[in-house]
């Protein structure tokens, strides 16, 4: 009787946690313009173009807050970020995709690490990702950008990130400008700083 119940609790807490993710995932959807997404099939970022009717109905949305952990374990909210552009990136260690951006978001850290805040979040399920995992991923190749924990997948169910990696660009207001659900190139790197930064 008690394994029944215990499967009936599961199964109504799993159908609640995908209605919240399906309404967040929605709600973010809504919000964006298409032609601010990274075109996966082509690899190219689109921006608002002048002139274009759905970039004038576009209504900009705030990138939703989060809060994920350094490395050592304080809260670290995303609206903290906010008042200089953002970069906002979900990764594993053990994915490769992700592992083959790495070096982008380096290159990247270094030529705009002062102008450009850079939240490289780790999704951190304490299984298959580990903070203990991914710090050392980080120390060995040498990346010096700071990496925070999603240890409570907080950011992970406020931006329904289902696969890796993830990028958001949004602008120094936070609000969100692009995103490319893939492994960012130089090229699409630099097209998304110059969509919200500009020297």
């Known amino acids: 009787m008690k394994s029944k119940k215990g499967i009936v609790i599961a199964v109504v807490l799993f159908a609640a946690f995908m209605f919240g993710a399906f309404f967040l995932y929605s709600r973010l959807a809504d919000g964006y313009d ?77 030529e705009y690490g002062d102008e450009i805040n850079f939240v490289i979040v780790d999704m951190t399920d304490g299984q298959r990702e580990t903070v203990e995992k991914a710090s050392s991923f980080i120390a060995e190749n040498g990346y010096t950008f700071p990496v925070y924990y999603d240890t409570d997948m907080d950011a992970a169910a406020k931006y329904a990130v289902y696969t890796l990696p993830a990028t958001y660009f949004a602008d120094s207001e936070g609000y969100l400008v692009a995103h490319a659900k893939s492994a960012l190139t130089a090229e699409m790197m630099a097209q998304g700083i110059g969509m919200i930064y500009s020297e």
Do not use: H, R
Not at 71 to 84: E, M, P, Q, R, T
Not at 97 to 105: I, L, T
């Open 34 to 110: 298409p032609n601010n997404m990274v075109e996966t099939e082509s690899g190219e970022l689109k921006g608002e173009e002048a002139g274009n009717e759905a970039a004038q109905e576009y209504q900009p949305v705030i990138a939703p807050d989060f809060t994920v952990y350094d490395i050592d374990g304080n809260a670290v909210n995303l609206s903290d970020f906010y008042g200089k552009p953002l970069i906002i990136n979900f990764w594993a260690s053990w994915c490769g995709p992700c592992q083959m951006e790495m070096p982008e978001f380096q290159s990247a850290y270094e």
